[in-house]
């Protein structure tokens, strides 16, 4: 009987902490911005496309490559300020994309906003992550831990932007907790609002259950 009692206790304490920093689903004050079905919320002239399942996935077409497809990107349509972002991806071998933030300048998000790095970073010391590993803020700071699954496996990603303050959490770990203001990169302005995407990187890469929360 104590050894039942442990065990679920155990398991209860592992589901915790897998989901630990993440909303549920359809929390209090979210927003479902992609269930599966609606893509009205978004705008994009990329290869994304919605599959049984209900994840959304972007099938790379002959001869792109690369990043500079601002317009392929999956874009949300209103700009946020401070929010909560959640959301959960997977990639292939090989894959790389990331989620963008208080963009300035839809044609150009690269310089006129922050990047949360998403590509696949399997076997990194917790010590060798960069900013342009996983988790990674771009021109700012690594992760302070290496939470990668391992390829076409889902993840999941909350931010949180609340003033200058920006909080990742990546498979129930909190990865990123510090002043943006105070750390960013030199070329880039901290806007007040902006506008969120997420990457085409002309590379295989699903999305599912995309939800955003006002602060």
Excluded: C
Excluded at 7 to 31: D, R
């Amino acid at each position: 009987m104590k050894f039942n009692l442990f065990f679920s206790a155990a398991i209860l304490l592992f589901s915790y902490t897998v989901e630990a920093g993440h909303p549920e689903k359809n929390a209090e004050g979210f927003e479902t911005i992609y269930d599966g079905t609606d893509l009205s919320r978004l705008e994009t002239e990329g290869n994304w496309k919605i599959q049984e399942d209900g994840s959304l996935y972007l099938e790379p077409r002959e001869g792109e490559e690369g990043w500079k497809r601002y317009h392929h990107y999956l874009w949300l349509k209103e700009n946020y300020g401070d929010f909560v972002f959640d959301f959960e991806y997977k990639h292939a071998e090989g894959g790389n994309s990331g989620f963008y933030f208080r963009v300035s300048d839809k044609a150009d998000p690269v310089t006129t906003g922050f990047e949360v790095q998403i590509m696949d970073s399997t076997g990194k010391a917790d010590s060798e992550m960069g900013h342009h590993d996983l988790g990674g803020v771009i021109k700012t700071q690594g992760a302070s831990k290496n939470m990668s699954k391992a390829p076409n496996q889902w993840n999941r990603m909350t931010v949180t932007m609340k003033g200058n303050q920006l909080t990742v959490v990546l498979n129930g770990e909190t990865i990123q907790d510090f002043d943006l203001a105070a750390n960013k990169g030199a070329d880039v302005n901290l806007a007040a609002e902006g506008l969120i995407t997420i990457q085409d990187h002309g590379l295989p890469f699903w999305v599912r259950n995309l939800q955003v929360k006002r602060l």
